[in-house]
């Protein structure tokens, strides 16, 4: 791939983190139940939804029952998502959703252990 092109698709990337970013400013604890859905389009192209019930557990779109191999799944696309219509959405991590990496800060102390381990806080 050639430094423009390369450079093109940086600048795309960072403008639709930048994009994503500001959507998650009007919800500092994240969407809730009753708005989610409206945010789909808000979604990078390149995640790998799993519906969810109302337990965070996820379920075939098809039969509503509950995912034996989920782990293994290749993701649903928010369109795929919309029409399951689901009570909540997920994401697959790692590869399948583009290198995706979340952290999960649980417990006290757990967002000052970041910031001594990485240097920087939990909001970048």
């Known amino acids: 791939m050639t430094s423009t092109i390369q450079g093109q698709l940086c600048a795309a990337e960072q403008q639709d983190q930048d994009q994503f970013a500001e959507l998650w400013e009007d919800f500092p604890m994240g969407p809730t139940v009753s708005n989610w859905h409206h945010h789909l389009e808000d979604i990078p192209c390149d995640w790998a939804l799993l519906p969810l ?9 098809r039969s509503g029952l509950p ?16 029409e399951a ?8 991590l790692g590869p399948v959703s583009g290198g995706l990496l ?23």
């Open 85 to 92: 219509a689901p009570k909540a959405v997920g994401v697959l």
């Open 67 to 82: 995912m034996a191999k989920w782990s293994e799944e290749p993701g649903y696309t928010t369109e795929e998502i919309r």
């Open 53 to 61: 019930d109302g337990n965070k557990t996820p379920i075939d779109p």
């Open 102 to 124: 979340a952290i999960d800060f649980d417990g006290p102390g757990s967002e000052e252990m970041f910031q001594q381990l990485y240097g920087r806080p939990s909001t970048d």
